[in-house]
């Protein structure tokens, strides 16, 4: 990997036409974002991120600060959402319990349904509910489990599956990209 | 006498049997039974980012599979954990939810009830089986072997969920681990994230993510690394061999598994846990096992 990968982008400025001063409330209706707005912008979250103290380009607190402004098109579209880890750490710490690791998993189910999740999950979600396994299986698979005394590898309820995505409409979201090619 | 739901989850029946086996003959040892959960699915975690309410009924179907059996729900995996101890609180807390779960379980003659308890592995041989007991189950400690343990993120994390220990300075691991015989150290960020949620999205950040924590386990002087759950285990044993590869160095630490580990020290076989599978070569640690 070459240094540098993560540079911070030049910031151009932030321009008040392009802010949606309701984006805020319409994570904060959502539950896993509803104490967004408590945010005080300590920086308490940025400070003991794992994945912060690497990269230049994601930080909780810029992220929720972006959020609470109104930059709705950065934080959907932006791709820093998928860089954090989920350990909680933010979470744990924030002293205003806005429960940060939610908000962003509340802002990647928004960022989801607008098509702007990397195709990597995609494509393990869909391998999930296919085969009740996150990465294809293969038979030698069940050679190694005997070597140590297993049973071969259990059956997933597959079928129980497919019924949960379709029931919660989940499978619209899976197979979109495909249809449209 | 202890007695749980056992949920593999979806990764470890095959990328890490040395897990499942360890944990099987560990846990009988100690006299611990098991239940397989039989037609389980994914706990939900993988869609959690995407939809709420997928994840809710994915993670509320494991969850009542457990109450069918009137047992609590043992998880190996950290993700499993807490994102089924997250769905559980959420469900018994929002009765609509609950309802709107429930109405697609009904389909496959299923109930979420609220019932089951997630007990995580360390959990489980920690406040369950009781450190006592285990210690005397250890036949063949280990000596002189310097062992950096590291928690993962949700075996501890969301802390007002899991409600375990305190997750700025957590003591299980190091004191189950300390049972065995060997020494635990001490490391810089030593409960900091081993960096595998971001492999499939940005594989280079979790190699640099892992290859901080293996630099900082190596300068405190350890021999060798413990994980509790299988994505830590894989970072640190396969990807360990990435880092190796993109930062142009060796570092051959072996890591294993606590359950691993635990087996050894019972006087268990090698190849039985599954030692022989670690990616990185782990014969070492049988130098510092007492005859």
Known sequence: MSEGEYKVPIKEPIKTKDLDPDFKYEIADTYLGRHITACFKCGACTGGCPVGILTEIYKPRQIIGEALLGMREKVLTGGELWLCATCYTCEDRCPQKVNITDVIIALRNMAFREGHTPEALIEQARNMVETGWIQKTTASMDKRREELGLSRLPKMAVEDMQKIVKATGFIKYLYKKEDKK | MVKYALYTGCTIPY??????????????????????????????????????????????????????????????????????????????????AKNEVNAVLADFDMEFTGKTRVVNSVNSL????????????????????????????????????????????????????????????????????????????????????????????????ANAIVTVCPYCELMFDLMQLEAEDVYQTKYRMPALLHTQLLGLSMGMDFEEMGMSMNKVNADKIMDYLSE
């Open chain 2, 15 to 96: 990328r890490l049997n040395s897990y499942e086996a360890s944990t099987r003959k560990v846990m009988e040892r100690l006299g611990a039974e098991l239940i397989d959960l039989e037609k389980a699915n994914c706990c939900g975690l993988y869609v959690e980012p995407a939809s709420k309410l997928a994840y809710l009924t994915l993670a509320g179907r494991v969850l009542a599979l457990a109450e069918e059996q009137g047992l609590d729900i043992l998880c190996l995996c950290g993700g499993c954990t807490s994102a089924l101890a997250k769905a559980n609180s959420y469900l018994n807390e929002h009765e609509e």
């Open chain 2, 126 to 221: 920690v406040e369950d089986i009781g450190l006592r007991e285990i210690k005397r189950h250890i036949t063949k400690p280990f000596n002189g072997l310097k062992l950096a343990a590291h928690y993962g993120c949700h075996l501890l994390k969301p802390s007002d969920v899991l409600q375990f220990e305190d997750p700025e300075a957590p003591e299980s691991v190091d004191n189950l681990c300390a049972l065995t015989g060997a020494t635990m150290i001490d490391y810089q960020d030593k409960y900091e994230c081993c960096g595998a949620p971001t492999i499939a999205t940005e594989q280079s950040l979790s190699v640099k993510i892992i290859n901080k924590k293996l630099q900082n386990i190596i300068s405190a002087g």
